[in-house]
Structure formats: C-alpha cells, structure tokens
C-alpha cells in the first residue's frame, strides 16, 4: 500500500477581521520575538565547537526550521485570504461571519460562529466555512430545518436564531 494522497482541497480564502490580525499578530511576534531570540541560541550553541554531537545546537537548528516554516505559510496565507466584514444585505439568513443557534432533535441547543478555515476552534464553536455543518447551515433562516451528513451519520438540527453581534 502506497503512502500517497491526494492533496487536499484548498480551503476558502475568507477570514474575519479578528482571524486576520490574530494571523498578523502571530507574524510579527515570530519575525520580531521568536526568531531572533533562536538565532541568538543557535549562534551561542554552535560556538560550543564540535555541532555533530551538539544536542543544543541540533534542538535549535530544529526550532528555527519550524520557525521559517510557519513564517512561510502565514506570508502565503496573508497574501491570499480576504478579510470578509460588515453585515450582509439580509442579516436573518446565516452567512460568512454569523453566529447561529442550532437545536438537535433531542433539543440540545449548540451555538457556532461561521469563520474562515484558519480560525476555527471547536472549544469556542469556531466552525470552518468550508465544513458540513457550515455550508448546510449557509442561507439558511430561523425556523428552518438543515440535514448534515456527520461522520457518525446524518442529523437534522433546527436553525434557532441568526445574529451578527461580535
């Protein structure tokens, strides 16, 4: 059996305002904090001489690699989301950036914001754009009903309420 797999699908370019200057901020604290204070490290370590058998050289070496990769993603990834704000036409229909109260069929109420796909977080009800509950959930209004096929099978939940309020 093969180890390859097909690339995955490119998530939608959308961010909110906040998604967008928590990435800005992580930018500038990696360019400006981060990675000098390891090159500092590294610098110090390789002056200890023989760097095959320098486990501080070997560690910082790793760390600054990982630094420059994440750098390289969020320069990309700067350059090609589009930070997608204000109210739509229609702020009773569910779109990019809305908070919508959701009930299942036993009456469990859940609570999700709409966001971009580089700030989700399920702990705070962050859900991707590009997810199944999300793209069900687009246009949709209060009152109505939405089928999502989940991992664990399809659910029906009912849209309780729609609202833009950060």
Do not use: C
Request: charged share 35%.
């Amino acid at each position: 059996m093969s180890r390859w797999r097909p690339p995955s699908e490119k998530s939608s370019p959308y961010i909110t305002a906040e998604g967008h200057a928590r990435l800005k901020g992580e930018f500038e604290h990696l360019w400006r904090e981060r990675r000098p204070e390891v090159v500092r490290a590294l610098s110090a370590a390789a002056a200890e001489g023989d760097r095959s058998e320098n486990a501080e050289y070997q560690y910082r070496k790793k760390e600054l690699r990982e630094i420059d990769a994440r750098l390289k993603y969020l320069t990309m990834r700067l350059d090609e989301v589009k930070v997608a704000g204000g109210r739509p036409a229609d702020p009773s229909r569910v779109f990019f950036g809305a908070w919508v109260d959701v009930a299942d069929p036993d009456g469990e109420e859940r609570r999700y914001r709409i966001v971009g796909a580089d700030e989700t977080d399920a702990a705070e009800g962050r859900i991707s754009v590009d997810s199944p509950m999300a793209r069900a959930l687009l246009g949709k209004a209060g009152g109505e009903v939405v089928r999502v096929r989940l991992p664990g099978g399809e659910a029906e939940f009912e849209v309780l309420s729609v609202s833009y309020i950060d």
